[in-house]
Every structure is written in structure tokens, then in C-alpha cells.
């Protein structure tokens, strides 16, 4: 059996594959956490990390343990801070609202941690739709919003990246461009390009949407969708194309539906957004523990 702090001593190195930084996660000495590993390894029977003077990574069997132990160490840690919450007394409701299972994931996870690091706090995560984010951010129904950057519209204040992913253009699995490896985006002039009904030109989320090609070639414009569900149905049936981040071949894999990775597009951040007239003394802490829930579960994007 695996002590509480060597169990927090192999999560932390798996997330940060950085002694230093481990240490000071868990508020204890760069040695203290290589005799931790060290134990749990003879405990283990094998290595769990190859080290060397400028790295280190797990081996497969660190890989796999990590996969098997992190859902249920995550499951504790959000039980005790549900019952820490539930014998204090609530002075306030942070609403989040998210777009997509990527951002979903990473709210959901931080709202588990929050309570425990500001008591009396609460998160009330919600899924929102592409067309109605940043109207539901105006009209005050969410605090705060985790969308893909850039956000530049007035009035908005943008924090942290909390998760970077690569663009890739969908396409239905029959379609010419699906057989190939990667595409440019000259080849977008090869496809009509979905949009978010009501989202203008130049505005919210619409550089998913560009008009031309880098080269001057016209984009045509595709049919309008108002959810990402609704956008891989309409794509599915040949109707049009949509750029979407990498996430969506973990979360949205389709036997109809083909994702081509677009080699000459900047991946895309995502991060809290809200009202620069929103002041929550909750506001910068939760900004703290998304980045932290952000590397918990994507240590990679960091």
C-alpha cells in the first residue's frame, strides 16, 4: 500500500516530470521527493521514471499506474473537500460556464479543489452553447467563461492560457481531404466553412470561419450551427467543414467524420474570460486552482 504522500509524491512528478517543481508543490525538499519515488519503485518491483541529467518521463508501467490511480485519488480528494464544504457555511457562488469536453473537464476538476482552498466558496459549473457564451457573460447569467482565445471584445478581461491545443479541419470521412496525412490552409478553399449563428465577422469565434486563404483564394461560407453536436451532424452529412481543436479526436470520435491536422494554423489557447466590472474575491483564486486543474489533467499542454 502506497502512503498518502508517496501517492502525492508520484502524481505530482507524473504531472510535472520536474523534481524541483514537485517539491515545491508538495512543500518538501527536491531529495525528499526522489527517496519517495524510490520507495514506491521497490514497492512497485519496477521503474516508474527514466531519468536523466535534462529529463524525465514515465516508463510505460508509470504510465499505466498513473492512468489507474489519478480517477480515484481525484474521487477522494473531491469527497473530502464535498465534506469540508458541506460543514461550513456557504458565502458564495462562483458560476462557470464552459464550452466543449476539454474546458468541461478541467471546470469540473477545479471545482472539486476550490472549497478546500477557499471556505465558504462554491462552483456551479454550466455548459454553455457556441452562440450564446459571451451573451450569457453580458447578461450576467455566468461569472466566468472558458473559451478559446483570443477574446478581444470590449468590456471582457482575458486571463491565463490554461490549455493550448492544434487546429484540425473536420471533414466528412468521404470527402478528398480526408485521406490526407495533414492540410494547409490554402486547402480550407476546398471546403465551406461552418459558423455560429449570430457571431459576427471579426468578432467571438469567428476566426473559425476566415473569408480567403493566406493566398487571397475565397473560403466559402457554410451552413450556420448554433452547438458543436449540431456542427458534427451538419458536417457529417457532407453540408459543409469546421476547424475544431485536437481535443475533439479524444472527446468526438466519429466513424463518419475525419480530422486533419491543419499544419500552418497557430494552435489555439483557451482561458477564463469575464466582465472587467466583475470583482468576486473568488475571481483570482479560482483562476489559480483552473491552471492547477489544467496541469493535473493536461501536463502535456504546460
Known sequence: MLERLELEAFLGLAAELHFGRTAERLHVTTGRVSQLIKTIERKVGAPLFERTNRSVRLTPLGNRLCD?????????????????????????????????????????QAAGMFPEREPGWRVRPREVQLFEALPRLRDQEVDLLILHLPVTEPGIAVGPVILTEAQLLAV??????ARRESVTMEDLAEVALLRVAGVRTGTGLSDRWPDRTPQGRPIAPGPEIETFLEALQVIATGAGAGIVGEQATRFYSRP???????????????????????????????????????RLLHPASH
Do not use: C
Open 68 to 108: 489507474e490511480v489519478r480517477p480515484a485519488y481525484e474521487e477522494i480528494q473531491a469527497a473530502f473537500a464535498r465534506a469540508v464544504s458541506s460543514t461550513r457555511t456557504t458565502v458564495g457562488v462562483l458560476r462557470v460556464g464552459f464550452i466543449g469536453a476539454a474546458a468541461g473537464q478541467i471546470v469540473h
Open 172 to 177: 466528412p470521412a468521404n470527402h478528398a481531404l
Open 256 to 294: 463518419d467524420i475525419a480530422y486533419v491536422p491543419i499544419t500552418d494554423m497557430t494552435p489555439k489557447g483557451w482561458g477564463p474570460v469575464w466582465l472587467r466590472s466583475y470583482n468576486s474575491p473568488a475571481l483570482r483564486p479560482f483562476v489559480i486552482t483552473l491552471l492547477e486543474a489544467a
